[in-house]
């Protein structure tokens, strides 16, 4: 909701992914968009991190990533810093009413 709502505001596109387990599916997708904002989970985040295609696309545009839904583990952090450039900034909140803390 965040995503949604900050990028709706700021006059951005949302790309929705319908099936964030396929990965080969979802890094299809990416390659189409400059992404300038990632929401995800420690899990997609190591899904995407393992994938080749993955580690191929152009990270510039990502100026935030926000990890949610559970801790990201500290080495899929690193990795993901290590790829992209860009850290991870995880929130807390109740994900029903969408509120979000750093």
């Known amino acids: 909701t965040v995503n949604a709502l900050m990028g709706m505001q700021q ?14 599916g979802f890094v299809k997708e990416l390659e189409k968009y400059p992404v ?11 899904a995407l991190l393992n994938n080749e295609d993955f580690r191929k696309l152009d990270f510039k545009p990502l100026i935030l990533t926000l ?6 583990q500290r080495g899929v ?22 509120p979000v803390a750093t």
């Open 11 to 24: 006059g951005a596109q949302n790309v929705l992914i319908p099936n964030p387990r396929d990965i080969p």
């Open 36 to 46: 300038h904002i990632f929401p995800g989970l420690n899990t997609l985040f190591n």
């Open 67 to 72: 990890g949610g839904g559970m801790a990201v």
């Open 77 to 98: 952090a690193e990795r993901w810093k290590a790829l992209t450039g860009c850290p991870v900034t995880e929130g807390y909140g109740l994900s029903e009413t969408s």
